[in-house]
């Protein structure tokens, strides 16, 4: 069982930057890959980025490639994403997701709108 909370989200300007975190609880943070969705109203959750569980590889859908980067504190039992040069289209609720094996958890999501 783990129970994920993300934090970080608001309201930023165009080109402007946030980071969020996604705090895990337990103490087996460091089995899962983590991953980073967004979802807007009316649409499919898009996946934004992926860390594997030792933080040494990560994936990104092209909408996001050079601007986001999602990176992990095992330690902490934390994953970031830092997002740089925001843009409108980014405006969505983004979700922090724990998987290894049949296991699959969600946070709550954290609200990020891009808007001048």
């Known amino acids: 069982q783990v129970q994920l909370v993300e934090s970080g989200g608001g309201l930023v300007q165009p080109g402007g930057s946030l980071r969020l975190s996604c705090a895990a609880s337990?103490?087996?943070?460091?089995?899962?890959?983590m991953s980073w969705y967004r979802q807007t109203p009316g649409k499919e959750r898009e996946l934004v980025a992926a860390?594997?569980?030792?933080?040494?590889?990560?994936s990104y859908a092209d909408s996001v490639k050079g601007r986001f980067t999602i990176s992990r504190d095992n330690f902490k039992n934390t994953v970031y994403l830092q997002m740089n040069s925001l843009k409108p289209e980014d405006t969505a609720v983004y979700y922090c997701?724990?998987?290894?094996?049949?296991?699959?958890?969600w946070g709550q999501g954290t609200q990020v709108t891009v808007s001048s």
């Open positions: 997701n724990a998987g290894f094996s049949i296991y699959n958890y």
């Open positions: 337990g103490s087996t943070f460091s089995r899962y890959l």
């Open positions: 860390i594997n569980s030792a933080g040494t590889s990560t």
